[in-house]
T-cell receptor
Framework: GAGVSQSPRYKVAKRGQDVALRCDPISGHVSLFWYQQALGQGPEFLTYFQNEAQLDKSGLPSDRFFAERPEGSVSTLKIQRTQQEDSAVYLC???????????FGEGSRLTVL | QKEVEQDPGPLSVPEGAIVSLNCTYSNSAFQYFMWYRQYSRKGPELLMYTYSSGNKEDGRFTAQVDKSSKYISLFIRDSQPSDSATYLCAMRRGGSEKLVFGKGTKLTVNP
């Protein structure tokens, strides 16, 4: 596709459920980022991949959060035992190598009840 | 205190007005400065990208960086209703890929 594609766009989970959020990057973009955007806030960095290597996971808020990109393309952000404070929009972005410009997907909006 | 501070607004202006948006920051290691526009229920899109201090102009948009004051600005001339969105400043250190965002300023341009 032409842009970064994220699915599902909306997810409602009961507290304690596990969720998986998927990101399909722009073809050829080697760097992939996950950000969390709470209501009324700016995005906050979660983690960063270059190809399949996870180079920085310093922003993951707890060990319930796990991200992978096994073949250097599609990435999945998994949240185990979801809590109400996990409710947010999860944004995936990929980076054009020569300019460093980030291209964001539309996000996956997670609501934990 | 957050590393990047941005007044969330909301800001409401008439069509044709000049809009001034700004952010302050505390980390002097920031070298790359960006402005993103985010429409409701969409992802942010890059508007302006500047390195270090100075001005950059692109059409109706001008970005300014003053590293000595740790202050960045975005000016929008001849604002249009289609400019109604949330504007996010973002910055990063040299050698780091991690962007630090402001809270965003919600702008409404009234026809």
């Amino acid at each position: 596709g032409a842009g970064v594609s994220q699915s599902p766009r909306y997810k409602v989970a009961k507290r304690g459920q596990d969720v998986a959020l998927r990101c399909d990057p722009i073809s050829g973009h080697v760097s992939l980022f996950w950000y969390q955007q709470a209501l009324g806030q700016g995005p906050e960095f979660l983690t960063y991949f270059q190809n399949e290597a996870q180079l920085d996971k310093s922003g993951l808020p707890s060990d319930r959060f796990f991200a992978e990109r096994p073949e250097g393309s599609v990435s999945t952000l998994k949240i185990q035992r979801t809590q109400q404070e996990d409710s947010a929009v999860y944004l995936c972005a990929t980076q054009r190598l020569n300019t460093g410009e980030l291209f964001f997907g539309e996000g996956s909006r997670l609501t934990v009840l | 205190q957050k590393e990047v501070e941005q007044d969330p607004g909301p800001l409401s202006v008439p069509e044709g007005a000049i809009v001034s948006l700004n952010c302050t920051y505390s980390n002097s290691a920031f070298q790359y400065f960006m402005w993103y526009r985010q429409y409701s229920r969409k992802g942010p899109e890059l508007l302006m990208y500047t390195y270090s201090s100075g001005n950059k102009e692109d059409g109706r948009f001008t970005a300014q960086v003053d590293k000595s004051s740790k202050y960045i600005s975005l000016f929008i001339r001849d604002s249009q209703p289609s400019d109604s969105a949330t504007y996010l400043c973002a910055m990063r250190r040299g050698g780091s890929e991690k962007l630090v965002f402001g809270k965003g300023t919600k702008l409404t341009v009234n026809p």
